[in-house]
């Protein structure tokens, strides 16, 4: 089993920047993908931005280039720099993992942390 841990969130304003992380225990994670997704109220999980091995293959959705940024710096810790956070960025985010290749469908993926909340005030 993979056990994923976030940290991190919290409240922030507009144009402001937080950094979340994910520590993943429980097996060899190297060969694992690693994602944020997130979930606002009323609408469906969305993946933010995955990593495949460490620095190889990275996925970021168009409402999040060029201010997210995810950092794997070993295979079991993945951040989430967020930057020019706007209102629309408030969700539950979650950390959520997958063998092998990044997939864009939240559903792809195995294993899912517990969730921290991002609010960003306008």
């Known amino acids: 089993q993979v056990q994923l841990v976030e940290s991190g969130g919290g409240l922030v304003h507009a144009g402001g920047s937080l950094r979340l992380s994910c520590a993943a225990s429980?097996?060899?994670?190297?060969?694992?993908?690693m994602g944020w997704v997130r979930q606002a109220p009323g609408k469906e999980r969305e993946l933010v931005a995955a990593?495949?091995?460490?620095?190889?293959?990275n996925y970021y959705a168009q409402s999040v280039k060029g201010r997210f940024t995810i950092f794997r710096s070993n295979a079991d810790t993945t951040d989430l720099q967020m930057n020019d956070l706007k209102p629309e960025d408030t969700a539950v985010y979650y950390c959520?993992?997958?063998?092998?290749?990044?997939?864009?469908?939240?559903?792809?993926?195995?294993?899912w942390g517990q969730g921290t909340q991002v609010t960003v005030s306008s």
């Open positions: 990593v495949g091995r460490i620095g190889k293959n």
């Open positions: 429980g097996r060899d994670l190297t060969n694992y993908v």
């Open positions: 959520a993992a997958r063998l092998y290749g990044i997939v864009v469908t939240p559903g792809g993926y195995d294993y």
